[in-house]
């Protein structure tokens, strides 16, 4: 069958996935990135920054919209639940930590 646009962007191609967060009280939904936001992440040269924002970039609402829009919200909570969740998003955009630290550098 031949696409038509209209078949492409009507079509949802992320990756979810339900992360219990028991310290937090409930589970948080993630899904992978969009090309956009992968190269939005390229530019971004402070590794701190980058975890932050991928985390954010990639945490939604029932709804689809973006869980985190303040970054404060995370940098208050436990390294442990956050760098849980962040391993839980690299491991869903098959990504490696090696591969975060490369888009960090250029």
């Avoid at 191609?13 to 939904?29: H, L, Q, R, T």
């Avoid at 980058?50 to 436990?78: P, Q, R, T, W, Y």
């Amino acid at each position: 069958m031949r696409l038509s646009l209209q078949d492409i962007q009507n079509n949802i191609d992320y990756k979810k996935k339900i992360v219990p967060m028991p310290e937090w009280g409930g589970d948080i939904e993630i899904r992978t990135l969009s090309v956009k936001q992968e190269l939005q992440l390229s530019e971004i040269k402070d590794n701190e920054d980058l975890i932050f924002k991928l985390i954010a970039m990639c945490c939604i609402n029932e709804d689809g919209s973006l869980l985190f829009e303040d970054l404060e919200v995370l940098k208050k909570k436990s390294s442990e639940s956050v760098m849980r969740l962040y391993h839980e998003i690299i491991g869903l955009n098959k990504k490696t930590d090696n591969d975060i630290e490369e888009l960090a550098k250029n």
